[in-house]
């Protein structure tokens, strides 16, 4: 039996479990499905084909969330993360499939690790930090969100939250190349990036199934909202007329608002982060109290970018909703 169960050894995750294990008497499990932190392998990573996109010509894009026990500060910057201590329970390579409910309160996770299923149980509360990406999936699961949704997926409803994986917003990258000659001189940049790192298109991810290992079915709706589209144009219009003829065809030479609109369409690409799906606030369609815990079930928290309305602008902002969620579960 432990006192609390994390989910998600990324930053966020295997940092709350650091704080909460700080106290002596309390017992931790974390539950990360990558492995534990390696300097000689690079950082594996969920990649989730989305649904063909109406606001890019109908292309489908991958969406990529790093795994691994220390997230990307670790296994980007080669930092090995701090040692568990011997009151922190770690568990890699371990996919969480459901938060285990005892009538409206989380008492513990069930996983598969090694070809198993395992159930652990949690005294005081269960805490998802495991992503945009993952986090809702894992509610909707346990039999919490859109009811109807849950039905299509063949999970039993335990709570009905509508808002569970709505609102997932994903930034936006246009790579514009660079001629090869204009390599030869300007050597490493290969392209000038067109970014929208806050935009106001908002997507959905559905569950397809109970699962774990299947993949939800995910909308972001990218470039769905005109004004997303103009803000890329008026980027486009500044980048080229710097570039002049720099610029790589089908860039290069004049192009109509019409051309640029579908050459933006064609070659928009998910930048790295996403938010939303489990959004924090007092509305129809949030997920998340002011405290983090999930409405209607007790002792259940979500301390990740799921829970934000906009992509934060550094990990900082992440890290600070696990720090915050261990000082209030350690006081309560």
């Given at each position: ?50 649904v ?23 296994w ?27 009538g ?76 090869r ?47 997303d ?11 080229l007329?710097?570039l ?63 829970v ?25």
């Amino acid at each position: 039996m432990f006192d609390f169960a994390v989910v998600g050894g990324g930053a966020t995750g295997y940092g709350l479990a650091l704080r909460l294990a700080a106290q002596a008497a309390v017992q931790v499990a974390l539950i990360e499905a990558g492995p534990s932190w390696s300097r000689r392998r690079p950082r594996p990573a969920w990649r989730w084909t989305t649904v063909a996109q109406p606001g890019l010509n109908g292309r489908a894009i991958a969406l990529v969330a790093g795994k691994g026990l220390g997230g990307a500060a670790a296994w980007g910057g080669g930092a090995e993360p701090p040692p568990a201590p011997g009151n922190l329970s770690v568990f890699t390579d371990a996919l969480a499939v459901r938060v285990l409910l005892l009538g409206r309160r989380a008492t513990g996770v069930e996983f598969h690790r090694a070809g198993l299923v395992q159930q652990l149980q949690a005294s005081r509360a269960v805490v998802l930090c495991a992503g945009a990406l993952q986090s809702p999936p894992l509610l909707m699961r346990s039999g919490i969100g859109p009811h109807a949704e849950l039905v299509a997926g063949n999970v039993a409803t335990r709570h009905h939250l509508p808002g569970v994986g709505q609102g997932l917003q994903v930034p936006v990258h246009v790579a514009v190349p660079l001629r090869r000659a204009v390599l030869a001189l300007h050597r490493p940049a290969e392209a000038v990036h067109l970014v929208l790192e806050q935009p106001a298109s908002r997507g959905r991810l559905r569950l397809e199934g109970k699962d774990p290992e299947l993949p939800p079915r995910l909308d972001p709706d990218l470039l769905s909202q005109r004004e997303d589209l103009e803000a890329l144009m008026q980027q486009a219009r500044q980048v080229l007329e710097g570039l002049g003829r720099r610029a790589a065809r089908p860039w290069a030479g004049p192009l109509s608002a019409l051309a640029l609109e579908r050459l933006l369409r064609e070659r928009a690409e998910p930048g790295p982060g996403m938010a939303g799906g489990c959004r924090q606030g007092d509305g129809p369609l949030d997920v998340v109290d002011a405290q983090l815990a999930v409405r209607g079930i007790a002792g259940l928290y979500v301390a990740d970018a799921s829970v934000l309305a906009q992509l934060p602008t550094d990990g900082q902002a992440v890290a600070a909703l696990g720090a915050q969620l261990a000082q209030q579960l350690l006081a309560g």
